[in-house]
């Protein structure tokens, strides 16, 4: 076992671990099942990294989204850790070289999706693995209670089963109680250690603004807020036009959200990484996985459905520590439209079960068939060809997203992949052979290295291109021709959204929606929309009290900086001022007058605050103690 102080430094650059995370890492060193429980921004993937390069094997990271799987796989590997994915992207050859790598301790941390868990191959290559550890990121998604419930998590038990001894590390950065318990009883953590930070961030200053001209009251924020800034709104159409009216005012703004083509995506967000561009306003499919610690304001044009969404967007700004603010602004519609947005969100099992046989039809599936087949997914397309409205057909998807039966991938992209399927001496043969690509393939092993041969590697076919001095059409020709003769297995970049087959089809009239817990999941949902309704119009408690408070933690004090703390701060300042004037008012008229005279005559007011503002007159020099230990009033 490596020292972990060693360990962090050679890989993380960090001389000291944050407060649980070494605890944490021990528990797991010891074989003992652990939940983390982080703020966003506190450190989570080093609680799970860390350990793993200490030990022997291959961790299995189980996470929900494919845009975090690929970001957490090249940081990884940008420390020069060995890191793979598997996701809907992949073919069974690629799929096949990444579980060999795993069992031949070429990699150190496999990323995969809870419903890849449940495939034989997976199973079967799982039980020749060394593994040393089972982490489950996004933990709250195992929970019918959180707020992004998969129920594909739950097969993540089953998994277990086949990994004796090996300990389970959960973590997530938004979870209640009754959600707590479900993580620790659906992925049979017992005896598990649990390690919770304070939700409670010190430099965030939380703010809730009821304004009917919401754009003014923005760019208000952003003009005295200096630094880079978030701004999310509900759709798509609404990241551009407030992007516009932000320019037309002098900021700098973008807009961003996962229908943009994959490359503006990027540009997009390096340019904002990069502090090219101020501001980014986006839908909320941005800022997942992107670490920049100097956000200093993260602003909600709209409210998001539930709290534990907003405490992780809005916990986006300030992770360096630094001050930063968190602000939402809302008007009575935005509050009648949240309720209302709850029950749009659930279309009638008709409509499900009709947008699902729709596919099959759309895809030409059989009953039985299609387990795992990903195909582009155009949904303009799909419901201009079957006449279904758009809003529906997407709250339908969603559902059968969130059953298990499909998914959705909206912002995919996966870049041309190639990987050589002969040998190194069947490789020359062919060079021998067809001498005119001698050049080309010895361009393509400087350009991608040995990997060629064991794994499928990303490439460029413009960087070829360049490299090449020659056109980029010639490029694809070439490689389409050695794909041919079965050298290569080339498959050009694919930047549309993908959606995957997770079962075999049903027949949409036997389709096994779980009726009684969408209905208890929509009532939640309604529940959630009420704690974020409740949070924005609230104007006597501290917000980071409230916050703390819908995520179980009742033993905090008022944050101090939040737009309620800071309006009761200025009302109490008032209050002592005026309570000030009076009593030097008095003092002055009695010319001497004893404590116990005061006390009297100001009866109505508390003892504590009347001592209080005694106290500061006192200490400001404005009344004194006589020789006789009267109150008079100081002269200078």
């Known amino acids: 076992m490596s020292d972990l102080h060693a360990v962090l430094k050679q890989y993380w650059g960090y001389d000291h671990f944050r407060p649980f995370q070494e605890d944490a890492i021990r528990c797991v060193l010891g074989g003992i099942d652990t939940l983390v429980l982080l703020p966003t921004g506190g450190g989570k993937s080093i609680c799970f990294q860390v350990p793993v390069m200490a030990m022997e094997g291959v961790c299995i990271v189980v996470t929900p989204l494919i845009a975090l799987m690929k970001d957490q796989v090249e940081q990884l590997k940008r420390r020069h850790i060995p890191a793979a994915a598997i996701h809907s992207g992949m073919n069974k050859h690629e799929i096949d070289i990444t579980l060999d790598n795993c069992i031949h301790g070429i990699t150190k941390f496999l990323y995969v999706s809870p419903e890849r868990l449940r495939t034989d191959i997976m199973i079967q290559r799982a039980k020749q693995m060394k593994i040393c550890l ?44 009754e959600v707590r318990a479900d993580i620790l009883d659906k992925l049979k953590m017992k005896s598990a250690r649990v390690f919770k930070q304070s939700f409670a961030r010190a430099n965030l200053s939380y703010s809730a603004f009821l304004e009917e001209n919401k754009e003014r009251k923005l760019v208000q ?30 900021i700098k703004a973008l807009s961003y959200h996962a229908g943009l083509p994959f490359k503006d995506r990027s540009d997009r967000q390096m340019g904002w990484i990069k502090n090219q561009t101020r501001v980014v306003v986006a839908t909320n499919a941005f800022g997942m996985g992107i670490d920049k610690p100097d956000v200093r304001s ?41 309720a209302e947005s709850v029950e749009r969100k659930y279309p009638s099992f008709e409509i499900i079960r009709g947008v699902y046989q729709a596919l099959a039809n759309y895809y030409k599936i059989p009953v039985g068939g299609a387990e795992f087949a990903s195909f582009s997914f155009d949904i303009q397309d799909f419901t201009g060809i079957f006449g279904l409205p758009a809003s529906e057909t997407h709250y339908a998807l969603k559902l059968l997203e969130e059953e298990g039966f499909i998914q959705l991938s909206e912002s995919f992209n996966e870049p041309s992949k190639l990987h050589f399927i002969v040998d190194n001496r069947q490789l020359y043969d062919f060079q021998i052979r067809y001498k005119e690509l001698d050049s080309f393939i010895k361009v393509l092993l400087r350009l991608y290295g040995g990997e060629l041969f064991t794994e499928y590697v990303r490439i460029s076919e413009s960087e070829l291109a360049q490299i090449y001095f020659a056109p ?54 309604r529940q959630k929309a009420k704690a974020v309704v409740n949070y924005a119009s609230h104007t006597q408690r ?95």
């Not at 999310?232 to 009216?245: C, F, G, M, Q």
């Not at 959204?497 to 929606?513: C, E, H, K, S, V």
């Not at 009076?582 to 002055?588: C, F, N, P, Q, R």
Request: glycine share 4%; proline share 4%.
């Open 298 to 338: 993260v602003i909600h044009f709209d409210l998001p459905e539930n709290l534990e969404a907003y405490y992780q967007e809005a916990g986006r700004a300030g992770r360096d520590e630094k001050k930063a603010y968190a602000v939402a602004l809302f008007n009575k519609i935005d509050l009648e439209e949240l």
């Open 542 to 636: 501290c917000r980071t009290l409230l916050l703390l408070e819908y995520f179980n933690e009742f033993d905090a004090d008022p944050c101090g900086v939040c737009d309620i703390c800071i309006a009761n701060k200025k009302r109490e300042h008032s209050i002592d001022e005026e309570l000030g004037k009076a009593i030097l008012s008095y003092v002055k008229q009695q010319s001497a007058v004893s404590p116990r005279e005061l006390s009297i005559a100001f009866e109505n007011v508390a003892e504590k605050i009347l001592l209080e503002t005694l106290k500061d007159l006192i200490i400001e020099e404005k009344i004194e103690y006589d020789a006789s230990g009267l109150l008079t009033i100081t002269h200078a």
């Open 472 to 525: 980029q059409q010639e490029v694809v020709k070439k490689l389409l021709f050695m794909k041919e003769r079965d050298i290569l297995e080339y498959e050009p970049r694919r930047d549309k959204p993908q959606l995957t087959f997770l079962t075999p089809r049903y027949d949409a009239a036997l389709l096994p929606l779980n009726v009684v817990e969408i209905e208890k999941k929509k009532d939640r949902d």
């Open 221 to 250: 924020i952003l003009k005295n807020v200096p630094g880079t800034a978030i701004v999310y709104v509900r759709t798509r159409k609404r990241t551009k036009d407030i992007a516009d009216s932000l320019g037309r005012n002098g």
């Open 134 to 177: 089972l982490a489950v990121d996004e933990a709250h998604c195992i929970s019918a209670w959180g707020y992004d419930f998969r129920p594909s998590y739950l097969l993540i038990s089953d998994f277990r089963d086949i990994l004796p001894g090996v300990p389970v590390m959960a973590l997530t950065a938004t979870a209640t109680e």
